[in-house]
């Protein structure tokens, strides 16, 4: 096992490295659904229903982020264990989008079949070939991460966001919601993101500074995590990431409705990271800063180089390279699940295998 391990300790951690790779050749996967026959079911619907679960649901999140604003087709996001006893929509109309790392989480799957079964389409966004989903699905887009070990989900992740990515462009282009310059823009940002990643996965500085601030904040009870816009989803997987492997308490929310409740929690113990990358909100979030700070929480940024404002605020800034604006994400979330991981190592959890979960969640 230690030889699978590639020289990291943990699975995990072998897979946060392996991000760069992976996206390559989810972007490389030449994306069967994209093949000319298919283009139908790239026109013939008018919304857009994802259902997922877990990490895989943030996926979902994002991807709605990228549909609405790239193709202007109106996405609903569900968790799958709540679609299907909602008594949801569905019509002929309706596309669903079913992601699952596994292909074999039994909520999930039967959403897939209740919309199946009302006549919708369903694509699978799935990592593992052949797995149930995939097979129950009209059609797969797989996203090609490698085997993915650790419970808690990496790089099957950021993966999803770049097959939800494509997708969003791909239907835009046959529904010609974008002119060709935007998509050739979109596409090459889309793939300078692994390069991105290399450069800040492969950063001493970065590193060094992700594991004194894991080491700073081990200890804590709770943690808040805040994000707005495309990051807000990010906010809840930095959460989740921290409450699976370390069994600290975390909550993500949008920046914006903290003074409608967290902003109580907020005293000098609290760890508050603020994933705040130069977007259409910054000038927002940086106030949303400015509140943490006058309750004086302790601020983790997560921001770009030359963002003097923050830098001021902020008792940690982690820096990220820059990217267009609906990208980031893939950028943010890579030092939230680095922070997690060195929370949970310095506090001698079982990183991979965490108490009371499993890879893959097969029964009700
Ligand atoms: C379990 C795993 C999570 C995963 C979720 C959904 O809870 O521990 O890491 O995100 O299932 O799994 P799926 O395979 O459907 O993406």
Redesign the pocket.
């Known amino acids: 096992a230690q030889a699978e391990k590639g020289g990291y300790k943990h699975f995990m951690l072998k897979e946060i490295y392996e991000q760069p790779k992976a996206i390559a050749d989810t972007i490389s996967g030449k994306l069967s659904i994209f093949e000319k026959k298919n283009e139908k079911i790239l026109t013939n619907f008018d919304k857009i229903q994802i259902v997922?679960?877990?990490?895989?649901?943030h996926a979902g999140l994002i991807g709605k982020f990228f549909i609405e604003s790239i193709s202007r087709i109106p996405v609903s996001v569900d968790y799958a264990s709540e679609y299907r006893y909602r008594n949801p929509i569905i019509d002929k109309k309706t596309l669903i989008i079913a992601?699952?790392?596994?292909?074999?989480?039994a909520d999930?799957l039967a959403a897939v079949r209740l919309a199946r079964k009302k006549s919708a389409k369903v694509v699978a966004i799935c990592?593992v070939i052949g797995s149930t989903i995939t097979r129950e699905a009209d059609y797969t887009i797989y996203t090609h991460a490698g085997p993915e070990i650790s419970?808690?989900?990496t790089k099957?992740?950021t993966t999803q966001l770049a097959a939800l990515f494509l997708f969003a462009v791909e239907v835009a282009k046959v529904r010609k919601t974008i002119d060709e310059e935007t998509e050739n823009k979109l596409l090459n940002e889309l793939s300078e993101i692994p390069k991105k990643l290399k450069t800040f996965l492969d950063s001493e500085n970065e590193k060094k500074l992700i594991r004194n601030i894991a080491l700073e904040f081990y200890n804590s009870q709770d943690a808040l995590y805040l994000g707005r816009f495309v990051n807000y989803p990010i906010a809840l997987e930095g959460a989740l990431k921290l409450k699976?492997i370390s069994y600290i308490h975390a909550e993500g929310y949008p920046a914006g409705e903290m003074k409608h409740g967290p902003i109580a929690l907020i005293d000098e113990k609290m760890p508050v990271v603020v994933i705040a990358p130069k977007d259409r909100v910054y000038e927002k979030i940086v106030s949303n800063i400015e509140e943490v700070k006058a309750r004086k929480g302790k601020v983790i940024a997560v921001t770009n180089a030359n963002c003097p404002e923050i830098k001021k605020l902020a008792d940690f800034t982690i820096e990220i390279p820059t990217t267009e604006e609906l990208l980031y994400p893939f950028l943010t979330v890579v030092p939230l699940q680095l922070f997690a991981y060195h929370i949970a190592d310095f506090l001698g959890y079982d990183v991979d295998q965490p108490r009371n979960?499993?890879?893959?969640?097969t029964v009700e």
Do not use: R, W, Y
Not at 52 to 57: E, K, L, P, V
Not at 357 to 361: F, H, P, R
């Open positions: 997922a679960c877990g990490t895989s649901f992601i699952s790392q596994s292909g074999e989480t999930t990592n419970v808690a989900s099957a992740f699976e979960l499993a890879k893959s969640v």
